[in-house]
């Protein structure tokens, strides 16, 4: 089993900048893609960033310029750098991992976080 958590939320004034990480522990043999998305209340889950295992790294257009996803692959960790928040970006935000569990098997187990609030106040 894998465990993805996250930190780093909190309530923020507009304008504000956070940073995000979420931490990948247990039977990891390496991790693909890695990704942030959020929900805002009474929306649907939107993927937000994406980074690839070789550091190529895709945005939503809301957060482009704003956003930057990074990782750290020798401490299985993925981080969301956020500044000049507004308050639409006020959601939970969840990390998700395609994990290889198995040097033998080369389909990955795509695993979630529970998520971290972050809360943008006007």
């Known amino acids: 089993q894998v465990q993805l958590v996250e930190s780093g939320g909190g309530l923020v004034q507009l304008g504000g900048s956070l940073r995000l990480s979420c931490a990948a522990s247990g039977n990891i043999f390496s991790i693909g893609a890695m990704h942030w998305h959020r929900q805002a209340p009474g929306k649907e889950r939107e993927l937000v960033a994406r980074?690839?295992?070789?550091?190529?790294?895709n945005y939503a257009d809301s957060v482009k310029g704003r956003f930057t996803i990074s990782r750290d692959n020798a401490k299985n960790t993925v981080y969301l750098e956020m500044i000049t928040l507004k308050p639409e970006d006020t959601a939970a935000y969840y990390c998700?991992?395609?994990?290889?569990?198995?040097?033998?098997?080369?389909?990955?187990?795509?695993?979630w976080g529970q998520g971290t609030q972050v809360t943008v106040s006007s």
């Open positions: 998700s991992a395609e994990v290889y569990e198995d040097p033998s098997n080369w389909n990955p187990t795509n695993y």
């Open positions: 980074i690839a295992d070789d550091g190529s790294t």
